[in-house]
């Protein structure tokens, strides 16, 4: 097996892990099995990772990548604020819908860490990397279309990051794809409402 910078595969090993947790559950889930999903050796995981929680960690701010990425470049400057934000929520939703198993490992994730005596700080950093990610989103198209904001920026964020958690487990949950198109609509006058276009 050819040998990887230390950042590529603990990116391996978090992409492994991601799959293994998918699959099995979190508790289910072993050192030794990501390590096998990965194809590497179990003293490899441990060069890579001092604890499970440095792995959890890992896994969390990767899937939030993941999905990050897609909606950075759909929300590109369009011809109307409400056609930029719609495009926003589009990628997301269809990131959730295409899919769900990693979405719904997140609250898996959540409810693991909170249950786990020591690993409560995983599941506050999850959801202030959701705030944080809302910020950069938000920045990124007032940067670019020169929005101002009747709510201050870390009060939407944080009710971004609500709100689409909260339809993320309605949707997980009721799996209603024909519902959503008017959600998403309703969503987008919404948060369009909450912004002065110079």
Same mark, same amino acid.
């Given at each position: @097996? ?9 990116? $391996? ?7 293994? @947790? ?31 929680? $440095? ?11 993941? *999905? ?38 997140? *609250?898996?994730?959540? $409810? *693991? ?20 990610? *809302? ?7 007032? $940067?670019? @279309? ?16 609500? @709100? ?35």
């Amino acid at each position: @097996m050819p040998r990887l910078p230390s950042a590529e595969r603990r990116r $391996q090993l978090t992409e492994a892990a991601i799959r293994a @947790m998918a699959r099995d559950g979190v508790p289910r889930t072993t050192t030794r099995s990501i390590a096998a999903e990965a194809g590497v050796s179990l003293s490899v995981f441990h060069y890579c990772f001092d604890s499970k929680q $440095q792995l959890i960690e890992s896994v969390i701010t990767t899937i939030t990548g993941h *999905y990050v990425t897609v909606v950075k470049e759909a929300i590109r400057p369009r011809a109307t604020l409400e056609e930029t934000v719609r495009a926003g929520f589009q990628a997301y939703w269809d990131h959730v819908r295409a899919h769900p198993d990693e979405h719904m490992l997140t *609250y898996e994730l959540t $409810q *693991y860490a909170l249950r786990q005596p020591g690993f409560e700080h995983l599941a506050r950093r999850q959801y202030e990397l959701y705030a944080e990610t *809302y910020t950069e989103l938000i920045d990124q198209l007032r $940067q670019a @279309m020169g929005l101002r904001l009747r709510v201050p920026v870390p009060v939407l964020a944080r009710y971004l990051a609500a @709100m689409t958690d909260g339809l993320t487990l309605n949707h997980l949950v009721l799996g209603d794809d024909s519902a959503w198109t008017g959600v998403l609509d309703m969503v987008t006058a919404h948060v369009a409402g909450l912004v002065h276009e110079n």
